[in-house]
């Protein structure tokens, strides 16, 4: 649950920093893991009109819709296809559990004024997909570069993203070292791999919590 609160939460700090803050259509394509998170962090900042959500399966899809619905006053439309959600949304995730390479998130989808978070294990986004982009910021650029697996794997390892490519790293702008959106205009990504040392952190918040308001259990492990 940490894990996937945080990744939810790594999201939506790069919205607030980089999307635009009269987004009115989040698309969100995966329906399990932290999609739950993502979306409903995401709808706590953004003053939202329609949710879509899509994945593979239908009853997947329907699913998270009708738990999404269950909890938020904003609508949930289920598509059908990931293109379908995508098209014309203000805020793009993809968030797909791909076996294989495939561009379900299609350059001609980001619009301007977009804000992009593509973080699937293998990548479903178009390879010129960075050719639009205004900013592109990552979590931490080592860590982007390492591994195997990663939405913009191929962007790493063909140059297309590169020192010279990269905007910035989300600590950079969260700390006003660098501007985050700076116009209604920008194409912003946003690709996060995900931190061991933010689990670290949120943990340790959650027992600093807890021990203040002298709540859960003490176990010894030996």
């Not at 561009?103 to 050719?131: I, M």
Request: glycine residues 8%.
């Amino acid at each position: 649950m940490i894990t996937a609160a945080g990744t939810g939460a790594m999201t939506t700090v790069g919205a607030r920093h980089l999307a635009r803050r009269d987004s009115k259509i989040l698309a969100h394509a995966g329906a399990r893991g932290t999609a739950w998170w993502n979306v409903t962090m995401l709808d706590d900042l953004l003053d939202l009109d329609e949710i879509r959500v899509t994945s593979r399966r239908p009853e997947s899809r329907e699913k998270f819709a009708a738990e999404l619905s269950a909890e938020l006053t904003t609508p949930v439309r289920v598509c059908a296809t990931a293109e379908e959600a995508f098209d014309g949304a203000d805020v793009l995730v993809e968030a797909t559990r791909l076996t294989e390479p495939e561009p379900l998130l299609r350059t001609a989808a980001v619009r301007p004024g977009a804000f992009v978070v593509p973080y699937g294990t293998v990548s479903a986004v178009e390879v010129d997909l960075l050719d639009v982009i205004d900013k592109v910021v990552v979590d931490d650029w080592r860590e982007a570069q390492s591994g195997r697996f990663g939405s913009l794997r191929r962007h790493v390892d063909s140059g297309r993203l590169s020192p010279g490519t990269l905007y910035a790293e989300i600590g950079e702008i969260v700390a006003g070292r660098k501007p985050g959106r700076e116009n209604d205009a920008e194409r912003n990504l946003f690709w996060h791999r995900g931190l061991s040392l933010l689990d670290v952190a949120i943990a340790h918040l959650i027992l600093r919590r807890a021990e203040a308001a002298e709540a859960g259990t003490m176990l010894r492990f030996h």
